[in-house]
Structures are given as structure tokens and as C-alpha cells.
């Protein structure tokens, strides 16, 4: 055994700095198949300890995250580890908590449900654990392969998750529909992650951001001759946004996002309209800031030449973003399913999240994952209320569902409307914070048509308004339409109550999360950028952090 | 005698490849991609890549396949008249797209001149053996290599969760 | 240049002679014992011996009428004899069958090539040579043909993930996939420092039971079991696509005792082989004969297993086996070293 030891030696020398890295996703793997073991060894219809023991791996997994944090990342410092594979920095470290978070609220409320359901099985959670271990790679991970293969990780539990009642129909054809999309828009990013790693011969983001001012510069001459590659990086720039925009549902790539959500159990939907989105986010982040940021503005062309310049994929997400901001909100408008309507809701959401990628000053970037961070916990709580209302006999996904909860639940009713109003963006509560930064920053980059784009998103919002008060009207005024009553389980209780009081404190003091989400917001590889280049030019966009944030 | 090896594998290949769209049998598509996938493992060899050929004839060939074409076998699919013929208007829609992408492997071809081959020399021999690919899995792409298996076992486990059946 | 390419169809052309014979007799050889086993004598009408017995059945054969069932899937039905028969001759040319002689004043190594990925090799083309069983029982659009080329497909794989796993022992302990560095790390203790003594007895016995299974030898030929299935896959075939199968099978059967000894008893090591080289021929040809007697003694000693409990032992029993053995081996390699 000792000379075991030895021989392991050698390998410590990467194992003691580098493992460290990944602490969080091992023990999350471990606990994912401690579940699985956990699952066989309990009896039928005693499954719930597996919850228990899923739950106890976030928060082993949190625990070492904040080690990372307070060893490695809190003094805005980042490190490289297994080959220039990942990357530890701040903007890892914030969406690993979003996903831990979104994580182990997702476990506590899917237990009632799944008991209600009666498919209380391990695997289930332990699906959860490897989603989850695949969002965090995807948070960190600095190569095209480590990105890819880990987007994959966290996909397929998803799609399983989608499916996993498989005695209804619906989640059935949720699955199938989700799952071949899914694996439709992952050949379409890798078609554009092969393009570019023809073009640039690597696949580690930081070489990509190196090689591309110099190949996408008209007077590329590799071989002797000039080569014009910009339509080649053009289009692989295209292709990789598609597939990113359908996974986080991005409105022309937004079709299957209705039928997933519909289909899906409502704690998987829950969890995939949260962390899938987050964990897209992340990764649509890494990929398009810390990998091709100076394809942001324009790929400039040569007056001399006669060469165009070529639009950079700013004007792209502008673009999209504003079409999904007005799709998403009036096509929720003639929604009655809850979870169709909520489903809607989320692809808007995606489209003001994009906001903070354009706006790409710090302002953008600490909206962007602030954003991130209360939508998951406001979204969570509106599809843990909608739990609540799975009862016996009920599926509770109609509009009529709710109404009258009033007298049934008042709790419920209070927290639910809370949740909606911080959906809405409505003044004291955190919605509202995440809002005012997406918002703020676009117009604090000057550019008239990047103001205009925040214009239509506050506008969009308030139309928003009009489908979440739909909610609070029949929970407070519709007469009950069932007398069946309503009862919370304490674990539901407990993650509703968390939820409910993250959003209102976040809402009123929201210092400690802004100074987070701004360490993440200022990480390095995340260009900042001004659109008004004389400024740039003179050296006026050198802020100290946090100024200007437009409090 | 490399330069017509090459062109009987290539020719191969490729005609292989066709033929998996243009028969209407399943069973003869999933046996033209094999042709495909040998043909191709035969390219790699002459790469000096001879792991990577092995490992294709090994996985692609003799696994996956073999149970592809179990499957076509056991399900007797008859021969169908392809989806597509209800969608007429997506078929001329097929045509600019084909269309672009034919430009742009003109585009890339007139672009780039061509260069000797980074494999025939004698540094560049080892890129594709056992020792090269192995040090590369466990040093530079060790995270990945293990990202994977994880996904395995997710995909495994995955699996069992959609097949089984009822409360057994 | 042409040299060497000479001297590879010299090769090739003695393997195939050699080889094609030693099928030949392996069936003559495999009634004999049959005959023995059961306590009766065996073909031993034609020539002494009965040794012009595999001469008089060919003859027969190629006389026979040759039939295509009217509704069989033609093309497939005609190449898939080859593709069964193809890929069993072709393993040959990996496997070395003795050390260096010296032949007419030139150095030959006695194996057709030396392949960086040799066992990989061995290792894809038993994988492929499925196909030949499974289109032909498709493609006689006959049951139990098709029952046959199913039960073959699904044998196949469930078999060759074991077969794969239990030569990774071999692998660290060797360090190498050539099957000439493989056989060479065997050579110490006078030539007797073979793997199945040092650690790989556990190995040994998984590649055994699994290539019993690829080879479709009893007690895993389902894929034929005449009981049940008259002929299995061949039952449609006859005159020379029935021999090309006949001869594919027994190829498959000399190609596992071969691979077998190469990886697990020394190859053509033994005692005494540096000094004469020649005898490493003699060592080689002896253990595959052993091999093959073990083959056809265990044919007619067990009986067939069923279905699903052929699936049941290589899932469930081979498997962790042969992980377990990777296990073993590993640690044991990294303590010794």
C-alpha cells in the first residue's frame, strides 16, 4: 500500500492544485453515484432518503465552491488548471452558485412531486447531480471541447429528465421533441466550433481570441497571397449563436420550448427553465466574450481595397434579442396553461438577458449575471407554487387552477404574487434590480439604437405585466372552481420560503450580491467594450469598478 | 502506389456515402455506411493513424453498426416512400442551400494553395499511433476524457431509466 | 522495394496454403475426436487414416447443386459467406508465428507484417466478421435463419466487450498492442515467462470463455443450434457458399487459438528458442494445436446454454471478470514497479 502511495506521487503534483479546481463537480459525481447505489439498496416506495442524500452533495459541492472562492477567486484573481482546460475566476464561481442553488431548490421541490406522481425514484436526482456537474464544467471551462462535451453532459440528463413520466404522453413527446432539436442545434454549433477551429488551428478560447484579429484583418497573407477569411469566421460565428440561441431558446430557435415545458414534469421544468438557461448563459458568455470578443463591433473591411466591413455579432443578438423580448411577451398573452405561459415567459427573459452580452460594459455584464441569479430563484418559486397545486386527481397547470387560491392557500397566494411581481420587474422586489442593470447598461453605452433597444424592452415589460397580474386576478378575485384543498409540504415549504425571502432581501439590500456579481462582471477575459470609439480612444472608459452602475 | 491506394479508398468511400442516400433499404444504407467507415479507416492508415483506424473499424464498424443493423433486421422496416414527398416546397429549398455550401468549398479550395502533407515526414509519423494519442488523453485532454465517461454513465443510466418497464 | 513485396506474397501465399490445409483438417481432425469421445471410429474409409477424407468431402461439395432461394435478397446472400470468410484469413497476417529465421542469406520474420496496432486489428476484424452471419440469415429471408443471424449479432456484442476488456491485462503488462512486442515480453525464465502464469490467469479464462462465444463454438453456437434452428444461419446455403462457411468457422476456430497463444502462452516462446530459432515454429504450431484439440473437446463435452443464460453469463459474470482482472492487474503493476 505504501508503494502505492509513492507511485501516486508523481501524479500529485497535478492532483493537489489542479483537483482542487474541480472539487465541487467531483463531489457532485460522487454523490450522483451514491445515489444511484443508495437507490437500489432502499425498498420500493421508499425512496426519499435519495433526495436527502442528493441534497447533502449541493451542499458538500457549495462548501468547497466557497473554499475556491475564499482560497482562489474573492481577491478577483483567476486560475488556468488541467492543461488550459478550465478556468476558475469569479464569473465561473457566481454561475456555479446559480446552478447549486437552482439545483437544490429544483431537489426540494421535486420531492412531493415526485411523490405525487408516484415515480419517486433515485435516479431522478442522481440525473439532477449530472446535469448539474455539466452546467459547472460548462461555467468553466475555456476549451471548445470541454464546452462541448460538457453542454452534452448537461443536455441528455435533460432530455431524460423531460421524459422521465413515462406514462404520460405528454412527456413523451416533450422529450422526443426536445431531445431532437437539442441534438439538431448541438450539430449546428459544432459545425461552427469545427469552422473555427479550422480557421485558428485550436480550440482553447484565449488562443481563438489571439489568432482571430489577425486572420479576420483583410490583409491576412498566410501563404503569400491575401486571403480574405472573414466570410469563413462570419459564419461560424453565425452557426455557433444558433446553437446557443437554441438552447437558451432564443426566439426564432425558440419552438420547442413551449411543448418541453408543457410536457415536462413541472419540478423538471422548474429545474430546465433555471439552470439549463443558466448554464447556457454561461457558456453563451465564455464563448462569445472570452473567445471572440473582437468580433463584437464589425469585422472591418478595407476602403482601400475595396473590401466591406461585415456586421460583428452584436447587431446579431441586438437583433435577435429585440425579437425575442416581443415575441416571448405577446405570444404569452393568449396563453391558458400555466407552464405553456411561463414557458413564454422564460424565452423573454432569455431575450432581456442578452440585453447585458450587447450592452458589454461592466454595467451589462453585472446585469447579465445578476439577472441570471434572481431569475432562477423567482422562476423557481413560481413553478414551486404551481407544485403545489398538483394535487390528487389535479394536474394543476391550468389557469383555472388557480383561481380562488386565495381562500384555499393565503400564504401561497402571497408568496406566488410575490414571485410574479419580481418576474414583472416591479419595484421592491429583486426583478426589479436585475431589470434596472440590463437596462442601464445599454444606455450607458450612448449608442442611439442600443438606447432604442432598451426603450422596447421597457416597454415589452410593462406588456408583460399584463399576463402575470392574469395570475394574481384569478388567485385573488376568480371564484374557487374545486374545493379541493391545498397543503404544502415542508420540503416545498422550506425551498418556496428561501426563495420568497432571497427575492424580497435582494430586493431591498442588494449590495452583498451586487459586489459578487460585479467581481464576476469585471473576471478577466471578459472584454468591456465602447461602442463610442473616440472616447475609447482618449482613455475615457478607464472607471474604477463599480462606478456608474446607474443607482 | 500510396497515390492509388488513395484513390481506390477515396472513390470508395465516397461512393459508399452515396449510396447510403440513394438506397431506399435501410439495411443496404446501414451497410453503405460501413463500406464508408472502412474505406475511411483505410485513409487513416495511410495517415500513419493507424490507432485512430483501428478504433473506428473497432467502435463505428464492428459495434455501433452491427447493432444498427440488428436493429433494421429485427424491426424489417419495409421500404418507405420518403417524409419528404409531403413537403415539396422544402425540397427546392434545398437546392440554394446545397447550392452555398458548394460555393463555399469552391471558396475555401481556390483560397487555400496546397501544401505538403505534415505526415510525410518523419517527425510527423507518430501523430496518430497509440503513444501519441494515449499521452494526449491523459495529459491535454484528460479533463474532457473524463467529462466523458461521466456523460456515459449518465447516458447509461439514462437509458435504463426511459426503458424500463412499468415497477419491475 | 520489390524486394519486399516479394517477399510479402511469398508470405502471404505459404499463410494461405498452410493455413487453408490446416482447416481442412481441423474438420477431419474434430470427427476423429468425435469419434473417440463417443467410443466409435470416425471417418477412416478414404486414404489411411481416413486423411484424403477433407479431399473427398471438398470434391462432393463443389458438385452439389448451388441454390438462391427465389426470394432471398441476392446480393447480400452472395457476399455473405466472403464477408465472414474474409476477415478470419486476414488475421493471420498479424500474428507471428516465430521469431526471425534466416532464409536463403536474408533475415525473415516469421509473420506477413509488423502492425503498430496489431491487437486492435485482431481485435476489429473479429468484430466485422459478425456481419457475414448476420446478412446471411437476413438475406435467406428464411426464420431461423434470421433468428440466427440475430442470435449471432447479439452474441457478438455482448461477447466482444468482455473479449476486449480481458486483453487489457495483457496490455499493462506488455506495454505494447504489437503482437510480436507482446509475444517478445513473454521471454524471460527461459522462455516460459508467459502472461496466463505471471498474472493473467483470470484474463486467460475470460478471453477463452469469450472467444468460444466469437468463434461460435459450443456451448455458445446458438447462432446454428440445429436443434432448434435446423442450421441456423447456413441453413438456406449450400455447395460452395456452405463451404466458404464451413471454412470461415474453422478459421475463426485456428484464428482464437492462434490469437490466444500469441497473447497468453508465449506465442512461439519457449525453452531453448534464442539458440534455435526454427524450434519457435515448432513451439507455435504445437500450442495452437493444443488450443484447437481444447476447442473441439470442449464441442462434444458440454452441452448448449440457452439463450438468456448465454446473455445472463456475459453480461453478469465475464464482464465484471475481466474489470475485476484490469483492477488486479493494474495495482499489481503499479506496486511492482
Keep these: 500500500m505504501l508503494a502505492l502511495i509513492q507511485a501516486t506521487n508523481d501524479l500529485k503534483t497535478i492532483g493537489d492544485q489542479v483537483v482542487q479546481l474541480i472539487m465541487p463537480e467531483v463531489i457532485l459525481t460522487l454523490f450522483a453515484c451514491a445515489a444511484l447505489v443508495l437507490d437500489v439498496m432502499l425498498p420500493r416506495g421508499r425512496k426519499r432518503p435519495v433526495a436527502w442524500l442528493s441534497l447533502a452533495g449541493v451542499g458538500f459541492a457549495l462548501v468547497s465552491l466557497g473554499f475556491l472562492y475564499f482560497n482562489i477567486t474573492s481577491e478577483g484573481k483567476s486560475r488556468l488548471g488541467f492543461f488550459n482546460m478550465i478556468v476558475i475566476d469569479n464569473y465561473a464561481v457566481v454561475f456555479k452558485l446559480i446552478f447549486l442553488i437552482g439545483a437544490g431548490l429544483s431537489i426540494l421541490l421535486s420531492i412531493r412531486y415526485l411523490d405525487e406522481e408516484g415515480e419517486q425514484r433515485g435516479e431522478y436526482y442522481s440525473l439532477i447531480l449530472f446535469s448539474v456537474v455539466g452546467m459547472m464544467f460548462m461555467a468553466s471551462g475555456v476549451d471548445l471541447l470541454t464546452l462541448f462535451i460538457s453542454l452534452e453532459l448537461m443536455a441528455i440528463s435533460v432530455y431524460i429528465l423531460v421524459g422521465y413520466t413515462k406514462r404520460d404522453r405528454r412527456s413523451n413527446e416533450a422529450s422526443m421533441k426536445y431531445f431532437l432539436l437539442g441534438a439538431f442545434s448541438s450539430g449546428v454549433l459544432l459545425y461552427g466550433i469545427s469552422m473555427i477551429y479550422g480557421l485558428t488551428g485550436s480550440t482553447n478560447l484565449a488562443n481563438i481570441a489571439k489568432a482571430l484579429p489577425i486572420i479576420i484583418s483583410p490583409a491576412y497573407e498566410p501563404l503569400g497571397q491575401t486571403v480574405d477569411l472573414r466570410y469563413l469566421v462570419l459564419m461560424s460565428m453565425i452557426l455557433m449563436a444558433a446553437g446557443m440561441f437554441f438552447k437558451v431558446a432564443a426566439v426564432p430557435f425558440h419552438m420547442w420550448a413551449p411543448d418541453a415545458y408543457e410536457g415536462a414534469p413541472t419540478s423538471t421544468t422548474a429545474f430546465m427553465s433555471v439552470a439549463v438557461k443558466a448554464a447556457s448563459f454561461a457558456m453563451f458568455g465564455r464563448l462569445f466574450l472570452y473567445g471572440l470578443p473582437d468580433l463584437r463591433d464589425t469585422l472591418a473591411g478595407n476602403a482601400d481595397k475595396n473590401i466591406p466591413g461585415l456586421p460583428g455579432w452584436a447587431v446579431l443578438l441586438g437583433v435577435i434579442a429585440a425579437i425575442t423580448i416581443v415575441w416571448g411577451n405577446l405570444a404569452a398573452l393568449t396563453q391558458n396553461n400555466t407552464k405553456r405561459l411561463l414557458a413564454y415567459s422564460s424565452i423573454s427573459h432569455a431575450g432581456y438577458t442578452m440585453l447585458g452580452l450587447i450592452a458589454a460594459n461592466e454595467t451589462g455584464y453585472t446585469g447579465f449575471i445578476l439577472y441570471l441569479f434572481i431569475y432562477t430563484l423567482m422562476n423557481l418559486g413560481v413553478f414551486g407554487c404551481i407544485i403545489a397545486l398538483r394535487r390528487h386527481g389535479i394536474q394543476g397547470d391550468r389557469m383555472e387552477d388557480l383561481n380562488g387560491l386565495m381562500k384555499k392557500a393565503p400564504w401561497l397566494t402571497v408568496m406566488m404574487t410575490i414571485f410574479l411581481l419580481s418576474l414583472g420587474g416591479i419595484p421592491p422586489t429583486a426583478g426589479f434590480i436585475g431589470k434596472l442593470y440590463l437596462f442601464a447598461g445599454l444606455i450607458e453605452t450612448g449608442n442611439p439604437w442600443l438606447v432604442r433597444l432598451a426603450i422596447l424592452a421597457v416597454l415589452m415589460s410593462a406588456v408583460s405585466l399584463y399576463y402575470y397580474i392574469r395570475f394574481i386576478r384569478a388567485m385573488y378575485i376568480e371564484p374557487e372552481t374545486e374545493m379541493q384543498p391545498v397543503k404544502l409540504a415542508p420540503s416545498l415549504q422550506t425551498a418556496l420560503a428561501v426563495a420568497v425571502l432571497l427575492v424580497m432581501l435582494i430586493g431591498v439590500y442588494p449590495q452583498p450580491l451586487l459586489r459578487l456579481t460585479q467581481k464576476a462582471a469585471q473576471a478577466q477575459g471578459l472584454k468591456t467594450h465602447d461602442y463610442d470609439q473616440k472616447k475609447a480612444d482618449e482613455g475615457e472608459i478607464e472607471r474604477p469598478p463599480g462606478a456608474g452602475t446607474g443607482r | ?168 | ?337
Excluded at chain 3, 475463426?252 to 508465449?266: D, K, M, R
Design chain 2, 1 to 168: 502506389m500510396e497515390k492509388a491506394l488513395f484513390i481506390i479508398f477515396a472513390v470508395v468511400s465516397v461512393a459508399a456515402a452515396l449510396n447510403i442516400l440513394l438506397q431506399r433499404n435501410p439495411l443496404y444504407s446501414a451497410l453503405s455506411l460501413v463500406g464508408t467507415l472502412i474505406a475511411l479507416s483505410a485513409l487513416y492508415v495511410m495517415l500513419r493513424a493507424q490507432f485512430i483506424a483501428a478504433i473506428q473499424i473497432v467502435v463505428y464498424a464492428g459495434a455501433i453498426m452491427v447493432l444498427f443493423v440488428f436493429v433494421i433486421m429485427l424491426l424489417n422496416a419495409p421500404k418507405e416512400a420518403p417524409y419528404i414527398e409531403k413537403h415539396k416546397a422544402l425540397r427546392f429549398l434545398a437546392i440554394p442551400f446545397a447550392g452555398l455550401l458548394i460555393a463555399e468549398a469552391f471558396y475555401v479550395i481556390r483560397l487555400v494553395k496546397p501544401i505538403q502533407m505534415p505526415a510525410s515526414d518523419d517527425s510527423a509519423q507518430a501523430v496518430g499511433t497509440t503513444l501519441s494519442v494515449g499521452t494526449k488523453l491523459f495529459t491535454d485532454y484528460l479533463l474532457p476524457f473524463e467529462v466523458t465517461s461521466v456523460l456515459i454513465l449518465m447516458a447509461i443510466v439514462g437509458a435504463m431509466v426511459l426503458a424500463r418497464r412499468g415497477e419491475d
Design chain 3, 1 to 337: 522495394m520489390t524486394d519486399l513485396l516479394l517477399e510479402w506474397t511469398i508470405k502471404i501465399a505459404v499463410i494461405l496454403g498452410a493455413l487453408l490445409t490446416a482447416v481442412a483438417y481441423s474438420v477431419l481432425l474434430e470427427r476423429r475426436i468425435m469419434g473417440f469421445i463417443q467410443l466409435r471410429r470416425g471417418p477412416n474409409r478414404v486414404g489411411p487414416f481416413g486423411l484424403l477424407q477433407p479431399a473427398a468431402d471438398g470434391l462432393k461439395l463443389i458438385f452439389k447443386e448451388d441454390i438462391i432461394p427465389s426470394q432471398a435478397s441476392k446480393l447480400l446472400y452472395v457476399i455473405a459467406p466472403t464477408l465472414l470468410l474474409i476477415p478470419s484469413l486476414m488475421i493471420f497476417i498479424v500474428i507471428p508465428f516465430g521469431s526471425e529465421i534466416v532464409l536463403f542469406g536474408r533475415k525473415i520474420a516469421l509473420q506477413v507484417t509488423h502492425f503498430d496496432v496489431g491487437l486492435l486489428y485482431v481485435l476489429a476484424l473479429g468484430s466485422v466478421s459478425v456481419y457475414g452471419i448476420a446478412l446471411a440469415g437476413w438475406a435467406s429471408n428464411n426464420k431461423y435463419s434470421l433468428m440466427g443471424g440475430l442470435r449471432a449479432s447479439a452474441q457478438m456484442i455482448s461477447y466482444e466487450l468482455a473479449l476486449g476488456l480481458s486483453v487489457v491485462g495483457v496490455l499493462i503488462q506488455s506495454g505494447s498492442l504489437d503482437l510480436v512486442e507482446i509475444v517478445r515480453s513473454q521471454g524471460g525464465w527461459n522462455g516460459m515467462h508467459w502472461n496466463v502464469f505471471v498474472s493473467q490467469p483470470l484474463g486467460f479464462l475470460v478471453f477463452f470463455i469469450a472467444a468460444l462465444a466469437e468463434a461460435n463454438r459450443t456451448p455458445f453456437d446458438l447462432p446454428e443450434a440445429d436443434s432448434e434452428l435446423v442450421a441456423g444461419y447456413h441453413t438456406e446455403y449450400s455447395s460452395m457458399k456452405f463451404v466458404m462457411f464451413q471454412m470461415g468457422e474453422y478459421c475463426n476456430l485456428i484464428a482464437a487459438a492462434g490469437v490466444s497463444t500469441t497473447l497468453f502462452w508465449g506465442g512461439w516462446m519457449g525453452p531453448g528458442v534464442e539458440t534455435y530459432p526454427a524450434l519457435s515454429l515448432a513451439y507455435f504450431t504445437a500450442k495452437v494445436f493444443v488450443f484447437v484439440f481444447v476447442f473441439i473437446w470442449i464441442r462434444f463435452t458440454l452441452p448448449r446454454f440457452r439463450y438468456d443464460q448465454l446473455m445472463r453469463f456475459g453480461w453478469r459474470v465475464l464482464l465484471p471478470l475481466a474489470i475485476l482482472n484490469i483492477i488486479i492487474t493494474a495495482t499489481v503493476k503499479l506496486l511492482v514497479s
